[in-house]
Structures are given as structure tokens and as C-alpha cells.
């Protein structure tokens, strides 16, 4: 994955969290689960905006275009913090956490469960 993608707006934010949930999609499928009525031109351009950001990519099922991630959201959400990890704290992921549990983002239960899902991860054990 490109370490570098480039941030989304709003309306594309929405349509990689329709594109992460529904999996592969067409541009019609999109525009009917989006909340605002959009005209199915738009969100092809949208799509194509997002595959030139390296976000999604296509095939081709007849005439019709059927797109997905190029990866999944928690890799793209995890890039997405670490780069406000390196602006914000210098690249400090400590610092980041302490301040969540300092501002009460996370507890004693959740930072064990992390803890526990760490563990599990890295031993292979989903």
C-alpha cells in the first residue's frame, strides 16, 4: 500500500465505508445505499477520483465497472494514524496512547483487551 495516500473528503469517506461493507460494487449499488441522492455520473466520478488516489480498484463485468478496496479499511485507517502519529507526537505511539487514557478514551478493560488482541494477532490466532 502506498504510505502516501492522500486524505478524503467527506463524500469519499463515505463511499470506501460503503465499498469496505458491501465489498465488491458497482456505481449504481453505491449511489442507491448512499444517504444523499446523488446522480449515478457523480458517483462514477467519485470512484474513479478513488481509484487514482489508490484507494479502490476495478474490473470490468460487461460494460459495467465493479469496484473495490485495494485494502482493507484497518490497514488504511492504521496509515491514517500513523501519519497523525508523526505529525502530532513526533512518531511517538506512547504518547498518542498515554493521552487517551489520560483524556479517558481508554480504560483499564479496553487497553486489556487490546492488550489481548495484540497478543492474539501476532501469535496467528484470530
Same mark, same amino acid.
Given at each position: ?13 463515505e =463511499? ?9 460494487v ?19 466520478? =467519485? ?8 484507494? &479502490? ?18 490497514? =488504511?485507517?492504521?496509515?491514517a &494514524? ?10 511517538? &505511539?506512547?504518547? =498518542?496512547? &498515554? ?28
Open positions: 500500500m502506498d504510505e502516501t495516500l492522500p486524505d478524503l473528503g467527506d463524500l469519499e469517506r =463511499v470506501m465505508q460503503l465499498v469496505w461493507a458491501k465489498g465488491p458497482t456505481a449504481e449499488a453505491v449511489r442507491e445505499e448512499l444517504a444523499r441522492r446523488l446522480k449515478e455520473s457523480t458517483v462514477r466520478t =467519485v470512484l474513479r477520483r478513488l481509484e487514482e488516489k489508490g484507494y &479502490v480498484t476495478h474490473t470490468v463485468d460487461g460494460r459495467t465497472y465493479v469496484y473495490e478496496a485495494m485494502e482493507p479499511r484497518s490497514r =488504511v485507517a492504521a496509515k &494514524v500513523q501519519r497523525i502519529v508523526d505529525w502530532f507526537c513526533n512518531g511517538s &505511539v506512547e504518547e =498518542v496512547l &498515554v493521552g487517551m487514557v489520560d483524556t479517558a478514551m481508554l480504560d483499564r478493560k479496553r487497553l486489556r483487551m487490546l492488550t489481548d488482541r495484540i497478543t492474539q494477532t501476532k501469535s496467528g490466532k484470530k
